[in-house]
């Protein structure tokens, strides 16, 4: 079993940033595929980004070059930095676990992510 907590999410101003973190419990997390989703109201939840358990990364068109994924093994979490914030970033951003890209088998409980206008 894994257990993720994420946290920093809040408001910001458009243009503004905001660090996302993933704290994951157990022993294997670096064998674990990491990825952000993100779900708006009234809308289905959407990919952001992939962490593999290598360097290798991955983002949704929309957060290309304004958001990073990095992960720490050693600290068991994964992080999402996200840059020039807009107003339609609002979500309530989760972070998932899998053993490949395919199928999450872990889902946080997500952390509110408000951008002003």
């Known amino acids: 079993q894994v257990q993720l907590v994420e946290s920093g999410g809040g408001l910001v101003q458009a243009g503004g940033s905001l660090r996302l973190s993933c704290a994951a419990s157990g022993h294997t997390f670096s064998m674990y595929v990491m990825g952000w989703f993100r779900q708006a109201p009234g809308k289905e939840r959407e990919f952001v980004a992939i962490?593999?358990?290598?360097?290798?990364?991955y983002y949704a068109d929309s957060v290309k070059g304004r958001f990073t994924i990095s992960r720490d093994n050693a600290k068991n979490t994964v992080y999402l930095e996200m840059n020039s914030l807009k107003p339609e970033d609002t979500a309530v951003y989760y972070c998932a676990a899998g053993l490949t890209e395919n199928e999450y088998d872990y889902w946080g409980q997500g952390t509110q992510v408000t951008v002003s206008s």
């Open positions: 962490s593999w358990s290598g360097s290798y990364t």
